[in-house]
């Protein structure tokens, strides 16, 4: 069955790095679009980054040069190297395959930028 094991969430402090990992099993990693998405309380979750089956990446503009998305497909893996995080990057974020509406999600990992 598919699943996706995220890690890497923590606190840091304003300024720091994070790498988040999910590693995915179950199903194709490699013709699959993944994505990392967030959401805060109050808040609607909101895609962060996006990486196609032949590696062309997206991110919006709140993070844009902050954040980069990469995988490994030997590794059936996908990152995201969070870097220049503001306290305003805190939320649970949540690793997908295949899309918003149909795809899979991992349970989701913590992050909070903090002094």
């Known amino acids: 069955q598919v699943q996706l094991v995220e890690s890497g969430g923590g606190l840091v402090q304003p300024g720091g790095s994070l790498r988040l990992s999910c590693v995915a099993s179950?199903?194709?990693?490699?013709?699959?679009?993944m994505g990392w998405y967030r959401q805060a309380p109050g808040k609607q979750r909101e895609l962060v980054a996006h990486?196609?089956?032949?590696?062309?990446?997206n991110y919006p503009d709140s993070v844009k040069g902050r954040f980069t998305i990469s995988r490994d497909n030997a590794k059936n893996t996908v990152y995201l190297q969070m870097n220049s995080l503001k306290p305003e990057d805190t939320a649970v974020y949540y690793c997908?395959?295949?899309?918003?509406?149909?795809?899979?999600w991992g349970q989701g990992t913590q992050v909070a930028v903090a002094s």
């Open positions: 990486i196609t089956p032949g590696g062309t990446t």
């Open positions: 179950g199903f194709t990693f490699r013709f699959y679009a």
């Open positions: 997908n395959a295949g899309g918003l509406a149909n795809g899979y």
